[in-house]
């Protein structure tokens, strides 16, 4: 069984020399052994699961006419904002498509021009003896076609134009730019993104918990998992200093791994001015991190502290001191705990039970101890001052 860390804390503090319990043993008769009261204390409730960061949006930015890729307009690694110009694309030949899409135009309008006048002549002989019928339906027939030429010059205008519009390339959300294709090249829809963009404040960070870890959140959440707050470690140990909150949670369960993917969004701000290497938000797209999920709301649990716990091969127990001070073995389950020098107990001890938390290396099972009260080791502070182990 691997032992946790404050387990390592508490053997440290075993061995490190004499305690107070050793202090006050007198030669022969039962062992001194500091002894303190199981106590009920307001704890808040908190699980650990690796999780990973993904932007909100991640927009791949395609050419969407073919030309001479001619400028980029930003510096790879920037921040961008929708609407803000990325790349132009050569322009001459797609506004030349246009000037000769706005002749036809003019042409077709011309055309309708004059077979609406022709309609017009006819349709007034037609009632004198120089009028014919077929001259009229002739003419009438011509200036559909004339209408129907012009909707086509016009909408092979408004392609043109539209075409025009796609040689000037911008971004589509506000966000971080990645690396991109270089000036120079010959760029088609059917190529490679020119570039992503990627959204960073708020971000995602997805994360799976086990099917029954997902009721146990939901029950300390006293209404459900957008009850908890998320917090992140982030590799390097640090915790993040902004709050999350869990904002989906997958309709299905996993058949292969048992578990339900959870979703939080958290703020990324900006930290300063952006470095020449770009971006100055902590968390990064498809990142690790650890995410902490922590009740809103403490509940009242049974704690002792950390030293008084042992382990075996049979799992955590401490020793209890009974009637006439003698000592016996209990059983105990572990809750999570916020504090390394704290053991919150879910079951095997009730408040008020006296447990042995100094000199256990001295007590056996069923022996007679001589209880004293416990103090707690006063911890150094750590090498580089912030309460971290960094």
Same mark, same amino acid.
């Given at each position: 069984m691997r032992l946790p860390y404050s387990a390592i804390v508490f053997a440290s503090l075993v061995a490190g020399g004499a305690? %107070?319990?050793?202090?006050?043993?007198?030669?022969?008769? @039962?062992? %001194?052994?500091?002894?303190t009261k199981a106590a009920e204390t307001p704890i808040y409730q908190s699980s650990e699961y690796v999780g990973r960061i993904q932007a909100v949006s991640k927009v791949t930015v395609r050419a969407r006419v073919t030309g001479l890729l001619e400028e980029r307009d930003f510096k790879e690694g920037d921040e961008v904002k929708q609407g803000q110009q990325l790349f132009i694309i050569e322009q001459p030949p797609y506004q030349a498509a246009v000037l000769q899409a706005q002749g036809a135009v003019i042409q077709a309008e011309a055309s309708l021009k004059n077979a609406k006048q022709n309609l017009n002549r006819s349709s007034t002989l037609l009632n004198t003896p120089a009028g014919q019928r077929s001259t009229v339906d002739t003419d009438t027939a011509s200036q559909g076609q #004339? $209408?129907?030429q012009?909707?086509?010059?016009?909408?092979?205008? $408004?392609?043109a134009q539209i075409n025009l519009g796609y040689t000037t390339i911008r971004s589509p959300i506000d966000g971080r730019i990645g690396i991109s294709t270089d000036p120079g090249n010959v760029v088609a829809f059917t190529d490679s993104p020119l570039v992503t963009v990627v959204s960073e404040d708020p971000e995602y960070v997805l994360f799976p918990v086990s099917e029954v870890d997902a009721m146990k959140l939901i029950a300390q959440g006293k209404g459900g998992l957008d009850q908890m707050s998320v917090k992140l470690r982030l590799p390097n140990g640090q915790t993040y200093d902004q709050t999350g909150k869990i904002?989906? #949670?997958?309709?299905?369960?996993?058949? #292969?791994?048992?578990?339900?993917?959870?979703? %939080? #969004?958290? @703020?990324?701000? %900006?930290?300063g001015a952006a470095t020449d290497a770009g971006g100055n938000r902590t968390l990064v797209d498809g990142g690790f991190v650890t995410v902490i999920l922590q009740s809103k709301n403490p509940v009242q649990s049974i704690t002792i502290p950390r030293a008084a716990v042992l382990a075996d091969q049979q799992g955590f127990y401490v020793f209890v001191i009974g009637d006439k001070n003698v000592a016996a073995r209990r059983n105990i389950t572990m809750g999570q705990s916020p504090d390394p020098l704290l053991a919150v107990i879910a079951s095997g001890l009730k408040v008020g039970d006296q447990v042995v938390a100094d000199g256990v290396q001295r007590v056996h099972p069923g022996a007679p101890v001589k209880p004293v009260p416990y103090q707690a080791p006063v911890m150094p502070p750590s090498a580089n001052g912030d309460g971290s182990d960094d």
């Open positions: 305690t %107070a319990a050793e202090a006050q043993m007198g030669p022969g008769g @039962p062992p %001194a052994v500091g002894v #004339s $209408q129907g012009l909707l086509v010059a016009e909408a092979q205008l $408004q392609t904002d989906f #949670s997958d309709i299905s369960v996993s058949s #292969s791994t048992d578990t339900i993917d959870l979703r %939080a #969004s958290i @703020p990324n701000p %900006a930290r």
